[in-house]
């Protein structure tokens, strides 16, 4: 991965973030997190 192409990628992450602030209120966000948290126990549970 090029310097450019990372730099795209996390410009579009943190646009997608602004949006979901303003527009959302964070729901997306929080969302993602908890189903983030859920397969992270899960994963741990086939440990």
């Not at 991965?1 to 979901?20: K, W, Y």
């Not at 209120?25 to 126990?41: N, P, V, Y």
Request: hydrophobic content about 60%; proline content about 2%.
């Amino acid at each position: 991965m090029t310097n450019p192409i990372a730099i795209a990628l996390g410009g579009l992450v943190l646009v997608g973030l602004a949006v979901d602030f303003w527009s959302y209120d964070w729901s997306g966000t929080i969302f993602l997190a908890r189903k983030m948290a859920d397969l992270i126990e899960w994963l741990a549970f086939w440990r």
